[in-house]
């Protein structure tokens, strides 16, 4: 089945770091540039972090120096890395592959709160 699952959301305390990884099935991962995005209550869906196949990547500002964005491709994973989060951090964290059709997760959790 094609699908893309993430893990790894959960609460945090200012300050502190999570780990998002997302698993891709069915289809073949390392041949696409890969996306984060998050949603948070109330706010569209906007994009965070991409890597291409080669393993470049890229940042929207409020996250740069912050998220690092990896990717396996042994592994059919990608991953967040999101140390020093923030409370406007707090979202649904989705991942993203641009196939045909596009490809989305169920989303995890970030919730950044004192």
């Known amino acids: 089945q094609v699908q893309l699952v993430e893990s790894g959301g959960g609460s945090v305390q200012p300050g502190g770091s999570l780990r998002l990884s997302c698993a891709a099935y069915g289809f073949s991962f390392s041949i696409y540039a890969m996306y984060w995005y998050r949603e948070a209550p109330g706010n569209e869906r906007e994009w965070v972090a991409t890597i291409t196949r080669g393993g470049i990547s890229n940042y929207t500002d409020s996250v740069k120096g912050r998220f690092t964005i990896s990717r396996d491709n042994a592994k059919n994973t990608m991953y967040l890395q999101m140390d020093n989060l923030k409370p406007e951090d707090t979202a649904v964290y989705y991942c993203?592959?641009?196939?045909?059709?596009?490809?989305w997760g169920q989303g995890t959790q970030v919730t950044v709160s004192s």
């Open positions: 993203y592959a641009p196939r045909s059709p596009t490809l």
